[in-house]
């Protein structure tokens, strides 16, 4: 465990009080930011939060975000802009096949786009929209769905303000699918650490609510301590055909960075990016053990400290 911490009662129920309001989270993370991430983390994580000696990957992620180089995060966080770094890193045949790309989603192609495909904003999550056929589609509920989630300010109340400086659009893709699955595509969400690949979270849906999740290494062995769910053999994917490519490719994508993750999908035994995201979970509950936070920690610690 992390090195001990008190939590006074007193203070979390302080700070439930603070937390209900999303308005005076916003307000508090454009006055204070530090003090709206240690409001967070103590909330989320249920422990203070130590930016002077971090050792939980938790703790490096708020420190990065205060205290690191962000310079990049809002291009490459950016679904859009961030397909040409990928080029720019000669992986554009990992580029998922792009239709079209618009600011407002009024002004999105339909009469050009193929019946099937997948609408994305590109600053922010769970706001995509599955085209299955676009003659059927409700059009004017999608582009009002999309114009709302372009208008939001995601990432503010948990202080990633890289993602409010992203310039919002619609991004129309083709739809992936994989043949084995038919609930949907499993994702391969690479931690980097120091530009090396330290794990890997699969997510695989399975047509329930809640994906499959499960922590590997790097040489695909289901890390026991690292998961906090028992693991069932019948759940445990076959190691992909195309892993090592994906690694590598996701390993020269994060070079540059101490810590960032970088997703992948595999369809038809070829690695398709899907993003790059340098504070998983806001950094303040990734999927994972204790064990695994502290392990990821420390080496972060090595890799910023060195």
């Known amino acids: 465990?992390?090195?001990?911490?008190?939590?006074?009662?007193?203070?979390?129920?302080?700070?439930?009080?603070?937390?209900?309001?999303?308005?005076?989270?916003?307000?508090?993370?454009?006055?204070?930011?530090?003090?709206?991430?240690?409001?967070?983390?103590?909330?989320?994580?249920?422990?203070?939060?130590?930016?002077?000696d971090p050792s939980l990957m938790t703790e490096w992620i708020q420190w990065l975000k205060l205290y690191g180089d962000t310079s990049r995060w809002t291009e490459?966080?950016?679904?859009?802009?961030?397909?040409?770094?990928?080029?720019?890193?000669?992986?554009?045949?990992?580029?998922?096949?792009?239709?079209?790309?618009?600011?407002?989603?009024?002004d999105l192609p339909w009469d050009t786009l193929p019946d099937t495909f997948i609408l994305k904003p590109n600053?922010?999550?769970?706001?995509?929209?599955?085209?299955?056929?676009?003659?059927?589609?409700?059009?004017?509920?999608?582009?009002?769905?999309?114009?709302?989630?372009?208008?939001?300010?995601?990432?503010?109340?948990?202080a990633e303000f890289h993602y409010r400086n992203i310039q919002p659009k619609v991004v129309a893709e083709r739809l992936l699918h994989q043949p084995d699955n038919p609930h949907g595509l499993t994702d391969y969400k690479v931690y980097c650490i120091g530009g090396k690949a330290r794990a890997i979270l699969t997510c695989e849906p399975t047509g329930n609510k809640t994906p499959v999740k499960t922590l590997w290494d790097p040489d695909w062995q289901a890390v026991t301590d690292y998961n906090p769910r028992p693991l069932r053999q019948e759940e445990l994917l076959p190691r992909p055909t195309a892993l090592p490519e994906l690694l590598s490719a996701a390993e020269a994508l994060a070079q540059p960075f101490p810590l960032v993750r970088v997703d992948y999908y595999i369809v038809d035994n070829q690695p398709i990016f899907g993003e790059m995201t340098f504070t998983p979970a806001g950094g303040y509950r990734p999927y994972g053990t204790d064990l695994f936070l502290q392990e990821m920690g420390l080496l972060l610690t090595q890799t910023i400290l060195s």
């Open 76 to 106: 490459l966080s950016d679904k859009y802009a961030v397909r040409e770094y990928v080029a720019a890193q000669g992986f554009s045949n990992h580029l998922n096949e792009l239709y079209a790309a618009c600011d407002d989603a009024s």
């Open 1 to 52: 465990m992390n090195r001990p911490a008190t939590y006074p009662l007193w203070q979390r129920l302080y700070d439930d009080v603070r937390f209900a309001s999303r308005s005076y989270r916003k307000q508090l993370a454009l006055a204070n930011p530090e003090e709206a991430i240690r409001l967070h983390y103590r909330h989320i994580c249920k422990r203070p939060l130590d930016l002077d």
């Open 123 to 158: 600053n922010g999550c769970h706001s995509n929209i599955i085209v299955e056929d676009k003659h059927n589609a409700n059009r004017p509920q999608i582009t009002q769905t999309l114009q709302k989630a372009l208008r939001e300010p995601f990432g503010l109340t948990t």
